[in-house]
DNA sequence: TAGAAAAGGTCAATCAGATTGACCTAAAAT
DNA sequence: ATTTTAGGTCAATCTGATTGACCTTTTCTA
């Protein structure tokens, strides 16, 4: 694969997954989706690492897992090896409502890998090609 | 793969790809940098297009491209079929900029996938394992 | 054990980018 | 001849993010 190619990929790919979700329908900025993304994908996750993943500023990190805190979508407590650290984790509705994202997401991951067999060449060159075809008609 | 691999790939790889890049370093938006790369990616690309890329408004994107303009990156120019619709083109000193910008990216992408020989999984896996990694310890 | 460092939190001020809506031209389509 | 499409601009506004100062509590270290 060219390298125009491999970079395509990860753009649009990327643009694509994000697009399918309408996150003001769950009223989510896009940080606090990557947040709940986040928490569910990595246990036992710190306040510390979530700055260090969404690569933001610690009050912008601050007034977003506030008012996922306030909206009951997660909850946090201090670390057992070490009370300075508070982790983060998700409550019955934030695991609900992350994994309904996920789920749209999915649908149309799958929908795209399941007919390549998981080839990454084949599976980027769908993907792209059928971005494109939409574009440029 | 399981479904959570999936996503994780996405936005691991995607994140790690535009961290890599300093676009202040350029003095570019992210809106910029995507515009760049669109230009750069599709042939005779119209504003129209990239507008429905980059899924921004109307302004937002003329204010970029105004910007882009003046700093002698970008050029349009009508569309021979279409006298209205405009085409957008790269100087050449968009073309090195864009070029040296991809190429950073590149660097990090390859060093994975040549690694792996091109299976998605095995790749993907690699990507966000030593993205993981970095972040647990 | 005293003091430095790490992890977390908050406030106020500010800023950059983005949006919206109104309004405009020119070219193409009907 | 009129409407639509593509593009452009302005002013006003908004949201999210940053920065810097200043806290507390816990852990590390000289």
Chains 1, 2 share one sequence.
Request: aromatic share 8%; hydrophobic share 35%; with cysteine.
């Amino acid at each position: 694969m060219i390298d125009k190619k491999k970079l395509m990929v990860f753009y649009f790919a990327y643009q694509e997954i994000n697009r399918i979700v309408d996150l003001s329908k769950y009223n989510l900025t896009s940080n606090q989706q990557k947040m709940l993304f986040s928490i569910d994908t990595i246990d036992e996750i710190t306040i510390k690492q979530l700055l260090q993943i969404l690569d933001i500023s610690k009050q912008a990190l601050n007034v977003a897992c506030r008012d996922l805190r306030e909206r009951n979508l997660v909850y946090t407590g201090p670390a057992k090896s070490d009370k300075r650290k508070k982790v983060v984790y998700l409550t019955d509705d934030g695991r609900k409502l992350i994994e309904k994202i996920e789920e749209e997401q999915l649908n149309f991951i799958n929908a795209i890998c399941n007919s390549t067999n998981y080839n990454w060449e084949d599976t980027m060159k769908k993907l792209t090609n059928s971005y494109l075809d939409d574009i440029k008609k």
